[in-house]
């Protein structure tokens, strides 16, 4: 599974040489994968030129409730994937005004979430980062 996204970090031309590290969120319920060259430990990590930087969660709220509630919050975001097992929305986040990735996926006991914002890097870059959250 490391290998997979690793390659598909490298394919997004953030991974350069690097090897990638395994950000945890604070309950260590959910992780994202970002190159290694990031700086980060939990919760959040960053790309060294500043240009991504993500953050992760896993809050104990049911996943329809995420899809609900994040609606109300990144008012300017469109969602573009909503499935029983997927949702990501697009657009400007609420937080720092820049372009954004935000990506949630069930867990038992709650949700997985996960937002990258990026300034001058990719958008397709931001996704196949995101898209790396999963369950631990």
């Known amino acids: 599974m490391k290998l997979v996204i690793f390659a598909v970090l490298l394919s997004a031309g953030v991974a350069g040489a690097d090897a990638t590290k395994v950000i945890p969120t604070h309950k260590g319920k959910c992780t994202i994968t970002v190159p290694a060259s990031w700086t980060g430990t939990t919760s959040s990590a960053r790309s060294p030129d500043k240009k991504l930087q993500i953050t992760v969660s ?10 609900t509630n994040v609606k109300t919050v990144y008012t300017d975001d469109k969602v573009t994937k909503s499935t029983a097992t997927e949702f990501e929305m697009e657009g400007t986040s609420p937080i720092n005004s820049k372009p954004n990735v935000y990506r949630g996926i069930p867990r038992p006991g709650g949700v997985c979430i996960a937002e990258i914002t990026y300034d001058g890097a990719s958008a397709d870059d931001a996704r196949k980062i995101v898209r790396t959250l999963a369950v631990k």
Do not use: I, S, V
């Not at 896993?58 to 899809?67: A, G, M, R």
């Open 58 to 67: 896993d809050p104990d709220q049911t996943f329809d409730e995420l899809k």
